[in-house]
C-alpha cells in the first residue's frame, strides 16, 4: 500500500469511528428517554393497581349498604301488604 492509500484508510476509520460515536451518543440519549418512560409506566400501573384494591374494597362496602337497603324496602313492601307478597 502507499502512504497516499493508507491515509485514505485512515481517514475512512476515523469518520467512520465519528459516525459510530454520534450513533452511539444518539442511542444513549433514547435508552435514557425509554428508562425515564419504563419507570413512569411502571409507577402508573403500581398506583393503578392500588387504586384498583382500594376500589374493589369500596364496592364490597357499597354492596353491603345496597343490599341492607334491599332488605328494608323489601321488608317495608311486605309490611304494607300486611305480610302477603305479590305474585
Known amino acids: 500500500m502507499t502512504n497516499e492509500e493508507i491515509q485514505n484508510?485512515?481517514?475512512?476509520?476515523i469518520k467512520q469511528q465519528?459516525?459510530?460515536a454520534e450513533n452511539m451518543d444518539k442511542a444513549e440519549k433514547r435508552m435514557s428517554r425509554l428508562e425515564s418512560a419504563f419507570v413512569t409506566v411502571f409507577?402508573?400501573?403500581?398506583?393503578?393497581a392500588k387504586?384498583?384494591?382500594e376500589l374493589t374494597e369500596s364496592q364490597k362496602h357499597t354492596d353491603g349498604k345496597l343490599d341492607a337497603l334491599i332488605n328494608?324496602?323489601?321488608q317495608h313492601i311486605s309490611e304494607g301488604r300486611n305480610g302477603e307478597r305479590a305474585v
Request: avoid cysteine; charge should be negative.
Open 9 to 13: 484508510m485512515m481517514e475512512f476509520i
Open 72 to 74: 328494608v324496602v323489601e
Open 43 to 48: 409507577n402508573l400501573v403500581n398506583e393503578t
Open 18 to 20: 465519528e459516525v459510530f
Open 51 to 53: 387504586l384498583q384494591k
